[in-house]
């Protein structure tokens, strides 16, 4: 068993809670409250400015210009294409995206981008990679998993978002399976137990994923903190 198939075959009970959340459901069927959809791009706007600046420390770690080439790109593809998903949101929620893009961030977008920040400066690129990669994968499963269900109707006002994260699961060009081929290649350089704690980081942002889910859909945010 390759590594990358070990981590998802780990990660499975923790995607099916995610499948199973709310507000994923939401989504599939094409309604969630303003409040809900609004917190979340909030949020995510600060998770996905934190997931640039650990591309870019995964860049300091890569071993040839091939590496530095893929997150790269997808420093790119964060600040200039994956805005749309969030105007998709905004539009169903009446809002404008600037308008929420000066949220605090909550305790749990911080717990997150705390981890993966713990990986650029204790990790190596495996570690990085390894914090990183469910956000994609997830996303990418949630996709194709309510386009399989025929949720991605014209008749759906979150069909955008659906068609933006699916993507076919054996095109090797994706970013998932990119992602996963590189963990593949980085774990031959170590045993057993340096891949348990790898394996460890992997699986905690998988759960990280699901809090993020739910902080949004329940609108958590500081309670004694002003």
């Given amino acids: 068993m390759t590594f990358s198939t070990q981590l998802k075959t780990a990660g499975q009970p923790i995607l099916k809670q995610i499948m199973a959340h709310p507000f994923v459901q939401g989504i599939g069927a094409g309604s969630l409250p303003k409040e809900a959809l609004t917190f979340y791009v909030g949020q995510?706007?600060?998770y996905l400015n934190a997931f640039i600046k650990v591309y870019a420390a995964a860049i300091q770690k890569c071993a040839n210009r091939q590496e530095m080439s893929l997150f790269a790109t997808q420093i790119d593809f964060i600040l200039n294409s994956e805005i749309h998903p969030h105007h998709n949101f905004c539009q169903v929620a009446g809002v404008t995206y600037e308008s929420v893009q000066h949220d605090e961030q909550t305790p749990m977008t911080y717990l997150y981008n705390e981890h993966?920040?713990?990986a650029a400066r204790t990790g190596d690129l495996i570690d990085i990679v390894a914090a990183m990669l469910p956000c994609p994968w997830t996303y990418n499963q949630i996709g194709n998993a309510l386009t399989a269900?025929?949720?991605a109707t014209d008749q759906n006002v979150f069909k955008d978002w659906i068609d933006f994260y699916s993507q076919s699961p054996t095109d090797p060009a994706s970013l998932t399976n990119r992602l996963f081929a590189l963990l593949d290649r980085e774990a031959a350089q170590y045993g057993p137990a340096r891949l348990a704690q790898v394996q460890q980081r992997f699986l905690k942002s998988c759960e990280l994923e699901w809090h993020f889910w739910d902080q949004a859909?329940?609108?958590?945010?500081?309670q004694f903190v002003d």
């Fill in 44 to 46: 995510d706007f600060n």
């Fill in 116 to 118: 993966m920040y713990n």
């Fill in 217 to 222: 859909y329940r609108q958590n945010s500081w």
């Fill in 149 to 151: 269900a025929g949720a």
